[in-house]
T-cell receptor, first 111, second 114 residues
């Protein structure tokens, strides 16, 4: 049972534009959310996180928005760069340690 | 600092065999977690070890087991391999067992079961 869903398997964006990656979750006990980025042949790398006490967290070009009532979070990348092309995973956790991951969205930023 | 290393990087085994995968965490990190990545299920949490004790466990059958040594290195064992065990197995380390601690992932071990 997939508790974290990334419904768009892929996304293509032009360089300089905004990339918006979406994630939905079903478990209302989740209160900590993360985004990871993964390049081929490498492990995922942490990008940004947000606690449920916030609705927005920003780090440079990356901003994560959390809508608790809709059980939805999104990652905005502005401006998008070709080096951002990778698979992005959304993850969530509740009071336990385990991270529940979505299946990932493959982002392609074209010049 | 050296990153998380996993050995071997690629492995081919036959159904029914067993396999042991190894993970060396970042120096000073005491928490090691294991994940299975498959195209159909995505990344799924297997278990986490902290100071040689299994602290958290995912929803996997008992064929999947692990351990952690006093130097924080961890091994994962899968017995009686099934075709569905073919996956990328990722190890991640962090400095504490708190979920807010950033997890650093290794490159993974690609296991193919034939």
């Amino acid at each position: 049972d997939q508790q974290v869903k990334q419904n768009s398997p892929s996304l293509s964006v032009q360089e300089g534009r905004i990339s918006i990656l979406n994630c939905d979750y079903t478990n209302s006990m989740f209160d900590y959310f993360l985004w990871y980025k993964k390049y081929p042949a490498e492990g995922p790398t942490f990008l940004i996180s947000i606690s449920s006490i916030k609705d927005k967290n920003e780090d440079g070009r990356f901003t994560v928005f959390l809508n608790k009532s809709a059980k939805h979070l999104s990652l905005h990348i502005v401006p998008s760069q070709p080096g951002d092309s990778a698979v992005y995973f959304c993850a969530a956790s509740g009071d336990g340690y385990a991270l529940n991951f979505g299946k990932g969205t493959s982002l392609l930023v074209t010049p | 600092k050296a990153g998380v290393t996993q050995t071997p990087r690629y492995l081919i085994k036959t159904r029914g065999q067993q396999v042991t995968l190894s993970c060396s965490p970042i120096s000073g990190h005491r928490s090691v977690s294991w994940y299975q990545q498959t195209p159909g299920q995505g990344l799924q949490f297997l278990f986490e070890y902290f100071s040689e004790t299994q602290r958290n466990k995912g929803n996997f059958p008992g064929r999947f087991s692990g351990r952690q040594f006093s130097n924080s290195r961890s091994e994962m064992n899968v017995s009686t391999l099934e075709l569905g065990d073919s996956a990328l197995y990722l190890c991640a380390s962090s400095s504490t067992s708190r979920r807010e601690s950033e997890q650093y992932f290794g490159p993974g071990t690609r296991l193919t079961v034939t």
